[in-house]
């Protein structure tokens, strides 16, 4: 249904998007998730035709859009990120132009009746859109884009500013037009995406650094697991504590462990993250029963989007600091002499490690 | 095309912007045809013509500043450039919406003629080719409206300037072309004027070179419009 391969856009400079390609399939919803400033706004708008991209190719439906502009767009129904509302017409002038402007062959009462229904727009047919609050004018966008019944429907964060009862309204409204159309919706809001949609892309800084449904992101991308262990320890202090995490840390595929709060007396619950490719419980049931502690309780608790979003969005961020760290023992070990060179060094290599506990907490503790 | 059309049309009676322009323009030309046509006892409307020129030089920005800022500024031009329809039925659409409403007003100039035709004779030719000239002139100085339109996102910036690019085909005059030395250049600046070509019509010329001129610079800045428009999605 839509295919885009290579697609780049450069605004002078600036790299806005950088080589996506991905294809969507016939009645797949596909939600676009990023930052904002990540390049989600702009590929839709190169999907649709508004902006033309640097390079690369986009087809709907089989019809390029730089190519066979007219047909492919006669294929979209589009709702950029501020509805393009007319704000002296009233809601059905607006509809009837838009009707036309797209050279609608449908029955135009029926398919307007339709489409306002659809949209809980019946109400205010007849009021200026001007005077219509923010959640009917998102609907009012959304109703537009639906006219002429397109294959294709792109909806540029189709829930933002709307009150959470509109909110839940909307997205069942986009699942329920997900059965007859190809949805491409993008979103920040992460809990929309994922109730919503079928097939994810995450975007950041202009490139795709995800693809898939939220489950097959958690495996393939982090490829870590995690799980939550209770364990009883021999003398209930926190020498256990101390113990018992070293014990875990020389079992192979343990990534990661952290001890965290005492949740019954003496006793306290770890964090334990793996490689995602060896089963550590069996190796954890043998150490355990080995040193006479008692597994008091083990719970899998696997990524979520939000963890594995931000793994993606700040693990760059948090990746650009570093060099920024290092560059800048480089500047003191020019200006510092060569001895004091050799100490920073060390120093860095001692940071890298730190650090990167640092990050993994990061992205687990916000969960 | 239609689509825009109408709904450009019911914009400028929606806006009210319409009814401004019509009757600034009926009020002003009434003026005009009453000192120079009715009290000077002359039968020819020519010199009603000749002013009626001033005043489309301040009207027209007026009646095209917003058609393509407005469309920007709201970014409404996301819904029409991403509908499946090219970039030319877009400028036209809204070209002969300026259009028709100018039309509208320079029809008025009929009820002028019955009104002088009770009064005693009307010199129909004169009327008739004045009409055809104002229409054209019309035409080419909606296109640059338009142009200018396109240009900025900004009302009044596109008003001033298409009245400040107007006014300078309207000095293109005899007085300052005779001060121009150099003969070559003098000769298209000559070419280039509006005013004296369409000065020529009220001294009763019909000159089918200056409606070419007219009609090809009206084609000229719908063209560049087009290209600002297609330009703006590359940039």
Redesign the interface.
């Known amino acids: 249904m839509i295919e885009v391969k290579n697609l780049t856009k450069m605004y002078g400079e600036k790299l806005a998007v950088n080589d996506i390609s991905f294809t969507v399939e016939k009645g797949e919803i596909l939600g676009f998730l990023g930052p904002n400033g990540a390049g989600k706004s702009t590929t839709m708008n190169m999907l649709t035709g508004y902006i033309s991209s640097t390079s690369g190719q986009i087809l709907i439906n089989g019809k390029d859009i730089f190519e066979n502009p007219k047909e492919a767009k006669a294929n979209i129904g589009y709702l950029p990120e501020i509805p393009p509302l007319y704000l002296d017409m009233t809601v059905d002038a607006y509809l009837n132009f838009m009707f036309d402007l797209k050279k609608c062959k449908l029955p135009r009462r029926a398919h307007l009746d339709d489409v306002c229904g659809l949209c809980k727009i019946s109400d205010v047919r007849k009021r200026v859109i001007k005077n219509l609050s923010k959640g009917y004018k998102q609907r009012v966008g959304l109703a537009q884009a639906l006219i002429n019944n397109p294959p294709v429907l792109i909806l540029d964060e189709p829930t933002v500013g709307l009150d959470p009862n509109q909110i839940i309204e909307i997205r069942t409204l986009i699942k329920k037009l997900g059965k007859k159309h190809t949805v491409i919706l993008s979103s920040h809001i992460l809990p929309e995406i994922q109730a919503v949609c079928d097939r994810i892309i995450i975007i950041n800084k202009g490139t795709v650094a995800a693809d898939g449904t939220a489950d097959e992101i958690a495996k393939n991308i982090t490829n870590e697991h995690k799980m939550t262990m209770r364990i009883e320890g021999e003398t209930h202090t926190a020498s256990d504590k101390e113990k018992i995490t070293e014990a875990i840390r020389s079992i192979e595929g343990v990534k990661y462990v952290r001890a965290d709060m005492e949740r019954e007396k003496g006793i306290y619950d770890y964090d334990i993250e793996t490689d995602g490719k060896t089963d550590v419980r069996r190796e954890l049931n043998k150490i355990c029963s080995k040193n006479g502690w008692n597994i008091m309780m083990l719970q899998l608790s696997d990524l979520t989007l939000e963890d594995i979003f931000l793994k993606i969005t700040m693990g760059e961020q948090i990746g650009l600091e570093k060099k920024g760290k290092k560059s800048k023992v480089r500047i003191n070990l020019v200006t510092e002499g060569n001895a004091e060179a050799e100490a920073a060094d060390e120093k860095s290599a001692e940071e890298a490690p730190a650090e990167k506990t640092e990050d993994t907490e990061n992205a687990g503790g916000d969960k | 095309m239609?689509?825009?059309y109408?709904?450009e049309m019911?914009?400028f009676f929606?806006?009210g912007l319409g009814y401004v322009f019509l009757t600034v323009f009926y009020a002003f030309s009434g003026y005009f045809f009453y000192t120079e046509v009715i009290e000077s006892g002359i039968s020819d409307t020519s010199p009603m013509f000749a002013s009626m020129f001033i005043m489309f030089l301040f009207l027209i920005p007026v009646l095209t500043m917003r058609l393509l800022s407005e469309e920007k500024k709201?970014?409404?031009?996301?819904?029409?450039?991403?509908?499946?329809?090219?970039l030319w039925e877009i400028v036209l659409g809204k070209f002969f919406a300026a259009f028709t409403l100018f039309v509208i007003a320079e029809c008025i100039v009929f009820v002028y003629a019955l009104i002088l035709r009770y009064l005693g004779s009307v010199v129909w030719t004169s009327l008739i080719g004045n009409f055809t000239a104002m229409l054209f002139l019309g035409a080419a100085f909606i296109a640059i409206g338009i142009f200018v339109s396109s240009l900025t996102e900004n009302q009044m910036a596109a008003a001033v300037v298409s009245f400040v690019v107007m006014l300078i085909f309207y000095l293109f005059d005899e007085t300052l072309l005779i001060r121009v030395k150099d003969e070559t250049f003098r000769e298209i600046l000559t070419a280039l004027s509006f005013r004296t070509r369409y000065y020529e019509f009220t001294k009763g010329v019909f000159s089918l070179s200056s409606i070419i001129f007219f009609l090809s610079t009206a084609f000229l800045f719908n063209f560049l419009t087009v290209r600002v428009l297609e330009k703006r999605?590359?940039?």
């Open positions: 239609g689509a825009i109408r709904r019911g914009s929606t806006s709201n970014r409404t031009d996301q819904g029409l450039l991403t509908a499946p329809i090219s999605r590359w940039s």
